[in-house]
């Protein structure tokens, strides 16, 4: 868990997000959001989310090494070209 608000708080799921390509639309419609009453923020998720499942399961798999086990491509754990690889 990230130090911090996730840690504070407990944050362990994702329930819902937007996407934009303009930075300052996402960070106006954040600011409009937090101010927002908690049953006004409930509302937005359950009508995209109904049952609060965490949206980026799935997104990626990591080991308990802090490797991605799944990676399929020519790099090493430190992000290097292996050799012959091209």
Excluded: C, H, Q
Excluded at 58 to 66: A, L, N, Q, R, V
Aim: hydrophobic share 35%; no cysteine; net charge negative.
């Amino acid at each position: 868990m990230v130090p911090g608000f996730t840690e504070k708080y407990n944050v362990n799921k994702l329930v819902y997000f937007e996407e934009t390509p303009d930075v300052r639309a996402a960070i106006a419609r954040e600011k409009e959001i937090k101010k927002w009453r908690r049953e006004k923020k409930n509302n937005l998720v359950v009508a995209v989310n109904p049952e609060w499942k965490d949206l980026s399961d799935g997104w990626f798999e990591i080991s308990p090494f802090g490797r991605d086990d799944k990676r399929n491509d020519d790099r090493d754990d430190n992000g290097a070209i292996r050799e012959g690889a091209v």
